[in-house]
């Protein structure tokens, strides 16, 4: 019997990286819980990933984006309806 070869896992990219971290905090009891999060750009994070990403969220239906003046966004969304 051959042996298989070892899976080598390649790195998260930047733009996988920002969305888990995203994530994380729109999946927080505290957001989910009001339904609302503000995020940030994190320093060394990459605009164009973060542009990006925004531009995702703010295409979700049920998902509002507000962008504040100091670089921030204010997620807010609805719950789904229960069939």
């Known amino acids: 019997m051959a042996k298989a070869k ?3 896992q390649r790195a998260p990219t930047s733009i996988e990286l920002l969305g888990a971290r995203l994530q994380k905090i729109i999946n927080g009891p505290t957001a989910q819980k009001n339904r609302t999060a503000i995020i940030y750009k994190a320093p060394d994070e990459i605009q164009e990933d973060w542009d990006q990403i925004m ?6 239906d049920g998902v509002y984006v507000t962008l504040l003046d100091d670089g921030g966004a204010k997620l807010h969304w609805d719950v789904p309806a229960k069939d």
């Open 6 to 8: 070892p899976q080598t």
């Open 55 to 60: 531009e995702a969220i703010n295409d979700t």
